[in-house]
Structure formats: C-alpha cells, structure tokens
C-alpha cells in the first residue's frame, strides 16, 4: 500500500498471484466471496470523511470500503464481462467522485464512484501494454499515463483525448537514451512540471508549458525508481529503489549541487587545482591549456604552446603552471604573461603521463610510458635527476608531505623515489595481477595511500605498509582518486562518468553516485576549500561542491537514506535545508 500522489507498478497482475498469503501485506483480502490484495489507498477529503480502499481481484472488479472496512457494491463490471486485471486506480482530485483505472490492456476506464457506473467508453492508452501508472493532474481534467510500453503520456479527462508526451522530443524521440521508462509519476503543486524517476536511479522533471526536461538529479538510488509519493503540499518527495532504499527529496528551491564551468568542444584531459583560490587547468585535446575562476566561470587565461593532448598538468604556484604533452615537452607559464610558455624542455622521448609539484613548490616530477621519472627545478625547469626504467610504465605521480616521489605503474606497483632519482622505500604491490594502477593520492598527514585499480579503489596505510579494509560500494572501472584538503574523504572518478565519494576513516561509501559526465573522466582536482572538479571526454569541465560539511545540504537536499544521513550528515535530517 502507498499514499495518494504518485504511481508505480503494483507488483504482478492478480490473475498471475498463486493466492497464497503474503506476511508483509498482512495475507488476502476477502471480498463478496473472491480473493482481493489491496495494492492501493486513497484519502477522499469530501463528507462526510471516509478511507476509499481499492481491491484488485481475479474478476478485476473494484470495491469501496468505509472507515470501518465494510465493503460496499463492487465497481468497475461492464454488463456481464470482466474487466483485465486492474494495474493502476486513482481518485478524480475534484471531490473523488470518479474513479480511474488503468488495465493490463492498455486501457484506461473511468467510473462515477457513486453510482458505480462507467462514465463513458475506455481509454486506449498504450495499445495492449499495461497501463503502470496513473496519476491525476492537480486541475481535476488531466492525468498521466505510464505503460510497460517505456511511454508516458498526458491525456484529457473531458475530452478523452492525449494532450502531451513529456520526456521525449517533438519528434518523439525519447530525452535520454540511458532511460527506457520513468517510473513513480508525480505533479507538483501547480501541475506546471512532472516528476519521475528513471531507471538510473535518478529523478527528472519536466516542463509542461515549455516541453523540455528541466532537470536530472545528480544524485540518486543505486538501481531503478520504482515508486514515488509526494507530501499533500508537494514540498517533499519519496522515492522507492529498487536497491531497497527510500529516499526523501526537498522539491523547495535551493543552490544547485553541481556549477558547469565550462562546456568545450574538445576531449578535456589534464586537470589541476591551484593551491589557493578557486583557480583550475584544463588541458585540451587541441594543447591549449585553459584557466579558469570557478567563482566567476570565466577563463581568466588561455595558454598556447602544447603540441598535442596535454595529459598532464599541475599548479607550481598561484601564478605558475606547468603541463607535459604528448610530445614529451614540459612547458611552464606565468599566468601574468601573453600566454605563450615561459621556459619549455624536450623532457621525454614519449608522451608524458604525469606531472607533480613537491608540497614546498620547488620541485617538479614528470613520468613517461616506458617507467622513467624525471625530477626538474621549478623555477626554470633544469634538470635535476631521472630514474632508469623500473616501471612498465607511469601512470600517475603524487608527493608525499615528506618530498618522496609516489609512482604508479603499469604493473600493479606503487613506487617511492627521491628527490634525487633514488629509492626512497620498497615499492608496494598493489595488484597481484600486475594490472595498471591508473591513480595515486596522498593524505595531507602522509599516513594514507589511495590507489585506481582496474578493479576497484583500495586504501593502503603508508606506515605500516599494510592494505586497508576494503571500501565499499565500489565504482566500475575507476580512473582518477583524490583526497579532501583534510583528509576525511576520498573521492574517485570512473570510466562511465560517475563520481564516488567514502569516509577515508571508516571506509563506508556515501551511497550515492554522482553522474553529470557523459563520458570517462580521466582527472579530477580539489581546491583548497574543497571544491570537487572534474574534466571529462565529453568535453564538460564541472565543479561539485559536497566535500564540506557545510555544503553537504545541497546533495539535492535529502537523496540519502537514514544509513547515509549518519555517515555523512552525523544523523542530520538534510529534508528543510536552504541554499
């Protein structure tokens, strides 16, 4: 059973049930001598005051019943031939006096629910799908339609005509090619937009007047919507996963989660936040280097030079950057000057992979695809020292507060260099396999190493060299790792787009993807106030403010269950919040 004001599958047809007793809705229903299962309950706010209780029984027939559960007339039998089994009833929101229901059919009947008799000829709906859901407009003539056919459709109670097909185009060609169908229908206060979810886990909305989707969550359930219901003023909405979880949205106006920086018509591949400010580097499939303010969205610098993608980027200081491209140069800029490079070294023979900044900013790594590490002076670029190849190949470099070098490489090992190109520790072996570790991060303290596998996120403690508890809900195919500026979160990007976060303490994942990238995002950078940024394939450069607790509100302020609310809220009701 569910409340009034949104719609979903009410579980298998009635003439497909074996009839035996179900404990978790309390067993079968008698009525006027046939087995019925309540799938639905309606609140009728006309006098005098009554609970209308709707069956579905093998004969498809429809009962009310009083307060007192005493079963009234059946509703809904045409002469002498039973209807399909019913998939769907709702009230008529004017005064509950008409009763619809959608069929196994694809049919839609309505009935005057006190005289019991059919108030005109059925609906064809969805041809002979089921008709799913159905859920009355807040005028009292209009009501949404969802059938197993994957179409959502609104039609007309006066005239019994379609008057709109919301989520597809003009053309008929569905919004979002990722979603087959939306599930758990719900209008909101004014009936100007409808809600529903999707079978990615995530709620959109639609404009009625305009025609066009207005908005996709960020967030959501691990696996398809399956129900939804809204609070009588349509500030609140529920939703029911398939991944067993509920989850409470806030339908209020607040600041949205997730700022486009900026949307490029080239791959965007390396990334880099500057240690100050609000300042990131992005590094184009074309080698120019964008800056931009995350503040303002504007691009305060565009810096030519690169041959090739640039694959690698960092911030030696608030005004310097340094990136390596596919050519094996390293290039430095001053971000004061015309753009052009300041100081440019044939570094490599391949491609460079990474670049790094030592904590105090005075020396610079790059690695290539053969293994080698190469250590430079930041302030001109002069050589300093370069490993032999000790790596299939480097994949990712990072500093340890301490000024050790942390490589990732292509055979499932992390290793340690110093500055001066010796070892500086045993290198770990991460993945037995000697699969690619893809990404490396560094705790603030030094004490934690975060690493990319093909096969998921794992979490080492550098003291000891032991690995930690595994992290769960692990992402698929994950790319790039990071750290908060205090260390308490670890957050990961992943070859479908998806953004995961975990407590570094604990482990525990916060239950929730985030996926605003259509494509793989191969970077990620943190600023210093914790401002989330990631650069993707498809050519979008976007900023995810949730790594500080004061900004954990706008997660689209409820899309966590009671579990998440205590990891990540400290048992905070996250419902009410305003940007």
């Not at 009936?191 to 960020?218: K, N, P, Y």
Request: hydrophobic letters at 40%; a negative charge.
């Amino acid at each position: 059973m569910r409340p009034n004001g949104g719609g979903a599958q009410a579980g298998e047809p009635a003439d497909e049930r074996d009839g035996d007793s179900d404990p978790d809705r309390g067993g079968d229903e008698v009525r006027n001598g046939e087995p019925a299962i309540c799938v639905r309950w309606l609140i009728v706010d006309s006098p005098p005051r009554f609970c209308q209780f709707v069956f579905v029984t093998k004969l498809a027939a429809v009962l009310k019943a009083s307060a007192e559960g005493t079963p009234s007339t059946p509703v809904g039998f045409s002469g002498s031939h039973p209807l399909h089994p019913l998939q769907h009833v709702e009230a008529h929101s004017n005064g509950g006096n008409k009763l619809l229901a959608g069929t196994g059919d694809g049919r839609v009947f309505v009935w005057n629910s006190a005289s019991g008799l059919q108030d005109g000829p059925a609906i064809r709906a969805h041809g002979t799908n089921d008709v799913w859901e159905l859920v009355m407009h807040p005028d009292g003539d209009r009501f949404v339609t969802g059938g197993t056919d994957g179409a959502t459709k609104v039609w007309s109670l006066s005239t019994r005509r379609q008057v709109a097909s919301p989520f597809v185009t003009d053309d008929g060609v569905r919004m979002d090619t990722r979603v087959t169908r939306v599930e758990g229908l719900v209008w909101s206060d004014d009936g100007s937009t409808l809600i529903a979810g999707g079978e990615d886990g995530r709620v959109r909305e639609w404009d009625m007047a305009g025609s066009r989707q207005i908005e996709i969550t960020e967030v959501g359930h691990l696996d398809r919507i399956e129900d939804a219901a809204a609070s009588s003023d349509r500030s609140v909405l529920v939703t029911l996963g398939r991944d067993q979880d509920v989850r409470i949205w806030d339908l209020s106006a607040r600041h949205p989660v997730t700022t486009t920086v900026a949307m490029l018509d080239a791959p965007q591949w390396g990334l880099a936040a500057s240690p100050v400010g609000r300042r990131v580097a992005v590094g184009s499939d074309d080698g120019i280097v964008n800056v931009y303010d995350l503040a303002t969205k504007d691009r305060v610098a565009r810096l030519a030079g690169a041959s090739g993608r640039v694959l690698a980027l960092a911030f030696v200081d608030a005004d310097r950057v340094v990136a390596g491209d596919e050519r094996g140069s390293l290039l430095l800029w001053d971000l004061s000057s015309n753009g052009d490079p300041i100081t440019r070294r044939s570094a490599h023979a391949d491609p460079i992979t990474s670049v790094a900044v030592s904590r105090d900013g005075r020396t610079i790594a790059s690695a290539d695809g053969r293994g080698i590490v190469r250590v430079w002076r930041a302030e001109d670029l002069d050589p300093i020292a370069a490993t032999k190849e000790g790596q299939r190949g480097v994949n990712d470099l990072t500093f340890t507060p301490s000024g050790e070098i942390v490589a990732a490489g292509n055979d499932g090992t992390v290793a340690f260099w110093t500055e001066n190109a010796s070892v500086a520790r045993d290198a770990l072996v991460v993945d037995r396999e000697g699969d690619s570790v893809r990404s490396t991060a560094v705790s603030p303290d030094g004490k934690l190493l975060v690493v990319a596998l093909a096969n998921g996120v794992k979490l080492w403690d550098l003291t000891t060299g032991d690995q930690r508890a595994p992290l769960n809900g692990q992402p698929a195919a994950p790319l790039d790792v990071e750290f908060s500026p205090d260390g308490e979160w670890i957050a990961s990007t992943s070859n479908d787009g998806t953004v995961a976060l975990w407590d570094s303490g604990t482990g525990e994942d916060l239950g929730t993807r985030f996926s605003y990238h259509d494509e793989a995002v191969w970077h990620a950078a943190i600023t210093a106030d914790s401002a989330f940024v990631t650069a993707s394939v498809d050519g979008s450069v976007r900023s995810l403010d949730v790594l500080d607790w004061k900004l954990a509100c706008k997660l689209g302020a409820g899309a966590l269950d009671r579990r998440n609310r205590e990891n990540y809220l400290g048992g905070a009701r996250p419902v009410g919040c305003r940007g």
